[in-house]
C-alpha cells in the first residue's frame, strides 16, 4: 500500500483532522487538494516568542513577512501567545525533534510539537493550533490526544501533560480567542478503539490508492456505513 496521499500531512493534527465519520468520506478527505501555503509555517514566529524574543520584536518581524497568509496568520496569534504568557509561570522553553508513531508497517503518525516548556512545577508539550475558522471536532481531539499520550507521553515521563493552545475563531465570534486544552479535557480511547480508527485510516487509503488522478476530484462510493470509532 502506498502512502503518499498521506506526504502532505505534515503533523498528527493534519492526519487527524482527515479521520471523518465513515471510511469513503475519511478516503474523500484524503484525496482532497491540499493547499500550497499552510498557516502553521507561523510557528517560526510562535516559536521565537517562546524562545524569549518579545512579542513585540515578533509582531514587527512579522510585518515582514512576504506570505500574506503566514504574515496575517503570525499577527494574530502572536498576541494571543503573550497572552498565554502572561498567564502561566513558563520558566523555559525548548524545541524537540518530532517523534514518529508506527501504527502499522505502511502508515506512520508524525506527532511534532512545537517545544516542551516549564510550566509552574510541570514540563508540558506545547501545541499551537493556528487554523482559524476550522480545528478539530471533538471526536478527532480525542484522538489526537490519544496519539499524545501513548506516542509522546507515556514515552517521555519527564513529560506531564501537553498544552492544545486553540486559537482558532469561536463560533458566533469574529477575533481569534486563546483557549487552553491538556489531556484531561480528551476522553481518552481505549487502544481497541485506536485500532479501530488505524484501520479505518487503512481502508481508505486503500480506496484513495485505487483512484486514479484524473478522477480524484470525485467521491469514492462509501462501502459501508461505519461509526467513528
Partial sequence: MSTDNLKDAPSLQHLVRMIRPTVAATANAILAPKPKIRVFEANHYVRAVFAGMSP????????????PTIRK????VVPLIEQYLSENDVRWFKPIPPVTH????SVR???KPLGIARVGDKVVVLWPQLWKTISLSPEQFNIFASYMKYGLLDKFPDYH????LEMSVPKGKKLR?????TVDAAQLLEHSQLRDVE???????MIADGVP?????????????????
Avoid: G, M, Y
Wanted: aromatic share 6%; hydrophobic share 35%; no cysteine.
Fill in 177 to 181: 480567542e486563546l483557549r487552553v486544552r
Fill in 102 to 105: 508506527q501504527i502499522s508497517p
Fill in 56 to 67: 513585540a520584536q515578533a509582531l514587527s518581524n512579522a510585518e515582514k513577512d512576504p506570505r
Fill in 109 to 111: 503518525i508524525p506527532i
Fill in 73 to 76: 496568520t503570525a499577527l494574530e
Fill in 213 to 229: 488522478k484524473a478522477d480524484r476530484q470525485k467521491k469514492p462510493k462509501d462501502p459501508q456505513q461505519d461509526s467513528f470509532l
Fill in 161 to 164: 501533560d501537553f498544552h492544545w
Fill in 199 to 205: 484501520q479505518k485510516i487503512e481502508d481508505a487509503l
